[in-house]
């Protein structure tokens, strides 16, 4: 089984052989957020997705990913929401149009590409007390810190932004998944992780 988890970041491709079905094989795809939602601290400036041009980028996105052949397709969307397994089947049916989401362009695009009549929700919202961790550094004197740190993360963003105004979606997506941005990025949030002490876990909870 090839399980392919997109959520928003992330996109899950799983697959498993039968004949050695001890073990499956999963691809998780990072990706930026299509629809240009705001709700990060720094956000992506995502240009429209529909655009021609655009479309033609994810339909080189959706080619590339086909070749793994995956027999699975996770999105980030709640699992517990029976909406989005509705939006697919009518998506299937040609009863639904899809939105600027990367859950719809990527992960619905391949599920129906690759012929599978499910697509699966695996994301479960959870808080993301990021004042909180602001009023840690604050109260344990460390305010500097913690500012220089979201200073490299807006800086970081810029960059991603600019690239991919002069890159195509699939150029983006070889970048976000580099080994050395996901490194750049986990360094990021070990750094964050670390404004706690006992008692007061702010950093480490918003992880």
Do not use: C
């Amino acid at each position: 089984m090839r399980t392919l988890l997109f959520a928003s970041a992330l996109l899950i491709l799983a697959q498993q052989s039968w004949a050695d079905s001890a073990r499956a094989e999963v691809l998780v795809l990072g990706t930026y957020h299509m629809s240009n939602p705001g709700q990060d601290i720094f956000n992506t400036q995502a240009d429209d997705v529909l655009a021609p041009k655009r479309q033609q980028e994810i339909a080189e996105v959706i080619a590339v990913l086909k070749k793994l052949k995956p027999t699975k397709v996770a999105i980030e969307a709640d699992m517990w929401n029976k909406r989005v397994p509705q939006q697919y089947s009518d998506y299937l049916e040609g009863k639904y149009t899809l939105s600027n989401n990367e859950t719809n362009q990527i992960g619905f695009r391949l599920a129906k590409e690759l012929g599978h009549k499910s697509i699966y929700p695996i994301d479960a919202d959870g808080e993301f007390p990021h004042q909180r961790v602001v009023n840690y550094a604050k109260g344990s004197g460390r305010s500097q810190e913690f500012d220089a740190l979201m200073n490299e993360v807006g800086k970081m963003v810029k960059a991603q932004n600019e690239y991919l105004a002069t890159h195509t979606i699939l150029e983006m997506l070889l970048l976000l998944n580099s080994d050395d941005k996901v490194r750049e990025d986990v360094g990021y949030y070990f750094r964050e992780a670390h404004f706690s002490e006992p008692g007061d876990w702010a950093g480490a909870d918003l992880v």
